[in-house]
């Protein structure tokens, strides 16, 4: 029984410095971006597991990491090796194995100007939405133009996560019942591309409530948190203005819609910024915003109809709606004639009724 239970122990101290080093990170897409880093970094030591790495001499892996340093300096550009030296930093800290990392991020290359930091133009939305046919990607790409959210974040939205709001939008919840949860929007072309996709699901007998996921795979089951990243780096190779450098395009396949929402609403002399960054979930652009600044979901969208026309792709749609906007200001402009007409007739007999009274 005693053998046992040490078998036990050894098999839970065989994990332990991998255990720490996950305990570490929060989000699943650092996780595995993290332990792909760190299997790379194992890979180079020669060492057989993580466990006998820890237990090396500091001065003997400090020697390691800097070679392994010199090899990805010849790979990779600065951000690639910040991305892998911080996940071999966090597992020897998790570890409580102190090292020199002031001394390795000292031995860093220097910034390039960085690749794929141009916005898609409507154009490129427009092409990408023209060459596919799948309904389920024209309104993949549809809520991405038209609500800025990340690619990472698609997986969960489900159905509950919609709310009306009126000119045809509705009100996006995105990480709903999370410390990042915020709201966006998604543009009436937007809705549109739903029904019809929701529509295709319902014929093939699928029941839609309130719990279904905006998206399924062909399969039926749930996107995988990388499927949206990957289906847009095959549909922007339609783009063929999408210049490469190196390994890198100057548009990234999906940040480069949210880029273009972010541009769209900063762009406009009328904009509030600060909600902007709301409704992008930027949550640390303005220190202390999410502890104080807390804009209700009306104030949100009277920012998003700003820019609403500039975010659709449908020339039709962006015109109906611009006409829409000025039948309602004409409206207005005849409501507030009509009631100074009121005002000046209700002064006019007022004036009347005192210079009556003054003859008398």
Same mark, same amino acid.
């Given at each position: 029984m005693a053998k046992y239970n040490l078998k %036990?122990?050894?098999?839970?101290?065989?994990?332990?410095?991998?255990?720490?080093?996950?305990?570490?990170?929060?989000? %699943?897409? !650092?996780? %595995?971006?993290? #332990?792909?880093?760190?299997?790379?970094?194992?890979?180079?030591?020669?060492? =057989? /597991?993580? /466990? =006998?790495?820890?237990?090396?001499?500091?001065k003997q892996i400090q020697i390691i990491i800097e070679d392994f340093l010199m090899v990805c300096k010849r790979k990779y550009r600065y951000g690639s090796i910040d991305n892998i030296f911080s996940a071999i930093q966090l597992f020897f800290t998790m570890n409580d194995v102190m090292l020199n990392f002031k001394k390795i991020r000292k031995m860093f290359p220097e910034r390039e100007k960085p690749y794929g930091d141009k916005p898609y133009t409507t154009e490129d939305v427009k092409l990408l939405l023209d060459q596919t046919k799948t309904l389920k990607f024209k309104a993949l790409i549809y809520l991405l133009s038209s609500s800025g959210v990340r690619a990472g974040s698609v997986h969960e939205l489900q159905v509950k996560d919609l709310k009306d709001m009126g000119h045809g939008c509705k009100a996006l919840t995105v990480y709903p019942n999370t410390i990042a949860e915020y709201h966006t929007f998604i543009s009436p072309e937007c809705v549109k591309s739903f029904d019809v996709y929701f529509e295709q699901r319902k014929k093939k007998g699928e029941k839609i409530t309130e719990n279904s996921y905006l998206f399924l795979t062909d399969r039926d089951t749930k996107f995988c948190p990388e499927y949206v990243s990957i289906t847009m780096c095959r549909l922007a190779l339609k783009l063929h203005d999408?210049?490469? #450098?190196?390994?890198?395009? /100057?548009?990234?396949? =999906?940040?480069?819609?949210?880029?273009?929402?972010? !541009?769209?609403?900063?762009?406009r002399h009328d904009v509030n910024i600060n909600l902007v960054e709301k409704m992008i979930g930027h949550s640390r652009t303005i220190p202390l915003d999410n502890v104080y600044f807390k804009p209700t979901l009306e104030q949100l969208f009277s920012e998003y109809l700003k820019a609403l026309p500039d975010l659709m792709i449908d020339e039709t749609l962006k015109l109906k709606d611009e006409l829409e906007k000025k039948d309602n200001e004409i409206e207005m402009l005849k409501r507030n004639q009509d009631e100074r007409i009121l005002l000046l007739e209700a002064q006019h007999k007022e004036i009347a009724e005192h210079i009556k009274n003054l003859k008398s």
């Open positions: %036990k122990s050894n098999e839970v101290k065989n994990q332990r410095s991998i255990l720490l080093f996950e305990s570490g990170i929060k989000a %699943k897409a !650092t996780l %595995k971006a993290y #332990t792909n880093s760190l299997d790379q970094f194992l890979k180079f030591s020669k060492v =057989s /597991d993580y /466990d =006998s790495l820890i237990n090396l001499e500091p999408r210049k490469k #450098t190196g390994l890198r395009y /100057d548009k990234m396949a =999906s940040h480069g819609i949210r880029k273009r929402w972010d !541009t769209i609403l900063k762009m």
